[in-house]
């Protein structure tokens, strides 16, 4: 299998692994790799989220409009159940500051 991006640029390269969200190959230069959140939900006592994160491997486009959820939906806390599950506890100020530019 060969990696989508690659093509659309007019390379060939062999794929290393698939877009999570949109199934597309994807060679190890055009890998975004993110650690998503596993939360367990239970009727009475509620969700909690897991202290392990899964690793999924996203496009770029799949990525970029992922992380176009405001953050603000998401609490701040680094430690937050509800943290945005793409965007870095590092990286909120950068974000925040990005949003208010646009």
Do not use: W
Request: glycine residues 4%.
């Amino acid at each position: 299998m060969e990696c989508y991006e690659c093509l659309q640029e007019g390379m060939t390269r062999e794929a290393a692994g698939l877009c999570h969200h949109c199934s597309a190959a994807l060679c190890g230069d055009h890998i975004c790799e993110v650690q998503y959140p596993i939360a367990l939900t239970r009727i009475l006592a509620g969700t909690m989220v897991l202290p392990n994160r899964a690793r999924i491997l996203l496009c770029r486009t799949c990525k970029a409009a992922l992380e176009q959820i405001p953050s603000e939906h998401f609490e701040a806390s680094k430690d937050s159940r509800n943290a945005h599950p793409f965007i870095s506890a590092e990286s909120e100020p950068l974000v925040a500051e990005m949003s208010h530019r646009l």
